[in-house]
């Protein structure tokens, strides 16, 4: 069966420190790969895709970066973090296009 | 472009009571459409999710959805909430041609409160 993991569950960073949170999926090869930003009022935000290794798409401008250096392996990162940049992010996968989403189990970050 | 509106973000119902969730979508071409729910502090797991099939959507715990094109909505039901079912609720909407990555969009959720 198919997993998916996400960490760390929580952070505290100061302003202006690195950030590097990984998901990895389980079970599967060649997964679509999937970050997500979850603001309290405002539904989930993707900020990036990648539908293969090295291939990454983004949605929105912002203060992040993502990478995947393997197939089942994705990473958001940011050099310095903003306090914008505070939320649950949530790492997802799916087969392919218009396939059902499956999530991690977040990862709620503050910035102080 | 796609887009979902979730009317009502906060619903309590009583133990016992219906539960019903508003999702209206838009879309410019024929959707997929998914209800996702979020347990506190937990991602998102699936609920139900419309392909065309049937217009009636049987999802886990009892929720169903009724897809009305006319209407152009999505609403969640279930018969007799229960009080594991407090969480949010997440309606979103995928669009058939996105080609090679799911392009899905999501409402702003709504969250249930049930009432002993």
């Known amino acids: 069966s198919q997993t998916i993991h996400q960490w760390p569950a929580t952070l505290v960073q100061p302003v202006g420190s690195p950030l590097s949170l990984e998901c990895t999926v389980e079970?599967?090869?060649?997964?679509?790969l999937y970050w997500y930003r979850q603001a309290a009022g405002r539904g989930l935000q993707l900020l990036f895709y990648?539908?293969?290794?090295?291939?990454i798409s983004s949605e929105v401008p912002q203060n992040l970066s993502a990478s995947r250096p393997q197939d089942r392996q994705f990473i958001l990162s940011s050099k310095k973090l903003l306090l914008s940049d505070s939320g649950f992010y949530l790492c997802?996968?799916?087969?392919?296009?218009?396939?059902?989403?499956?999530f991690g189990s977040g990862t709620q970050l503050s910035v102080l | 472009a796609q887009s979902v509106t979730q009317l009502g973000s906060h619903v309590s119902v009583s133990e016992g009571a219906l539960v019903l969730l508003r999702c209206n979508y838009s879309s410019s071409v024929p959707p997929y459409l998914f209800w996702y729910v979020q347990y506190p502090n937990q991602g998102l797991q699936l609920l139900l999710k419309y392909t065309s099939a049937a217009t009636l959507v049987k999802g886990i715990n009892d929720f169903e959805a009724e897809f009305k094109k006319s209407e152009t909505s999505f609403h969640l039901t279930k018969p007799s909430a229960h009080m594991s079912d407090a969480a949010e609720y997440f309606c979103a909407v995928s669009d058939r041609e996105s080609g090679g990555y799911q392009k899905v969009t999501f409402g702003t959720g709504t969250k249930l409160q049930v009432i002993p």
């Open positions: 990648s539908v293969g290794i090295g291939q």
């Open positions: 997802a996968w799916s087969r392919g296009a218009n396939e059902k989403l499956f």
């Open positions: 079970g599967t090869s060649n997964p679509n």
